[in-house]
């Protein structure tokens, strides 16, 4: 396989309902933070996807094969750089998630995501010629397991979570058996409970079990999920206008340039502006399955695949949280949240799926 693609073949249709979905959350992190603190964030805003697209031009020129080749020295550094934040890390709400670097807040966990990605690609893509055995299945496990676990002592369940998506779609395309996947579910139901029991904290409970009831604590666990939902259905039909809505500009909604920027979206453009944002990343993310489809090798699927699983993740798991369908567990709605590491991730990850695609006719 050659060594460069051509940019004749870059997912130009693809980028632009990806610029489109960031200029949108650009405008929303404007008017949920203008008479805030964080005012002047949607200009941050707007550098970081600059340098997102920087770094997703110059990721798509490298050869995607080399990454591969190669990812077993990414895996030791980014277990050591979740070590280094565990250790080292800035302490924020309780949690050590940051490596603070003159001013700026890097957060590995996001990066790790890229890695993990790549690397379950590459492993997965070598088991499809042999077929799933169940020690390749504890090897894949004990692939995720380790940075997932370095993630979840920091605490942030929400991060480690994501890591799981990909093993499971790569694996199932890599060919397991339905067998090998009823028994995977019921030994991860069983888990569920010494992982209640002993590694969750209190705090990361409450919110598990308050969004099947948020009324029993109004002002406390179920707070957020109930203002985001008022925020939601204040929008009504087609919502109350940039920097009009009582919820977001009352700052009753918690954090409405990152988490919940969904609610906050939805109360000033109501259910016609929703459903719109929504048709942007279907339109993503089946152009992102298009190009998986025509990847030039197994590995190639793999990896696009692997992105596919975790936006769709991102976006099922943040949409559900702000309408009270999902637990709050502080995942970002990509290209929309404010936050750098979560848009240079984003980027990065279409980068190589711009590098998979521009190689699939390079033979």
């Known amino acids: 396989m050659a060594k460069h693609g051509s940019f004749r073949d870059f997912d130009w249709f693809l980028l632009l309902f990806v610029l489109l979905i960031c200029a949108i959350g650009t405008v929303q992190i404007y008017s949920a933070t203008h008479a805030t603190k964080f005012v002047g964030f ?97 090897k894949l496990a004990a692939l995720v397991g380790v940075p997932m676990l370095l993630v979840l ?78 925020a939601v259905g204040a929008g009504g039909l087609t919502g109350r206008g940039i920097a009009q809505g009582s919820q977001t500009q009352g700052a009753f909604l918690p954090i409405p340039h990152t988490d919940f920027i969904f609610a906050s979206f939805c109360e000033e453009h109501g259910f016609v502006g929703a459903l719109f944002v929504l048709l942007l990343y279907f339109i993503v993310l089946m152009r992102l399955i298009q190009d998986a489809q025509t990847a030039p090798d197994r590995a190639g699927t793999f990896l696009v695949m692997g992105v596919v699983a975790i936006l769709v993740f991102h976006i099922l798991v943040n949409v559900g949280m702000v309408v009270g369908f999902m637990p709050v567990t502080g995942i970002p709605l990509p290209l929309m949240s404010y936050g750098g590491s979560s848009v240079l991730f984003t980027f990065l990850a279409l980068g190589m799926v711009m590098n998979i695609r521009m190689r699939r006719f390079v033979n």
């Open 153 to 230: 002592v920091e605490p942030d369940l929400g991060t480690a979570l994501t890591y799981i998506p990909a093993a499971v779609v790569c694996l199932f395309l890599a060919g397991l058996r339905f067998k090998q996947a009823a028994i995977i579910l019921i030994v991860g139901t069983v888990a569920v409970i010494p992982v209640w029991k002993h590694v969750l904290k209190p705090y990361q409970k409450d919110r598990l079990t308050s969004f099947m009831d948020p009324g029993s604590d109004p002002r406390g666990s179920g707070y957020q999920i109930l203002q985001s939902k008022i």
């Open 42 to 138: 949607h200009i941050k805003q707007l550098y970081w996807i600059s340098a997102g697209v920087g770094l997703m031009f110059l990721v798509s020129l490298v050869n995607y094969q080399s990454l591969l080749e190669n990812i077993h020295w990414a895996y030791i550094v980014s277990v050591i750089s979740l070590v280094v934040v565990k250790l080292f890390g800035t302490k924020a709400l309780g949690a050590r998630r940051w490596i603070s670097l003159h001013g700026f807040h890097f957060q590995p966990s996001e990066w790790v995501k890229l890695v993990m990605i790549i690397a379950i690609a590459k492993f997965c893509s070598d088991v499809y010629l042999r077929g799933v055995r169940w020690l390749d299945i504890f």
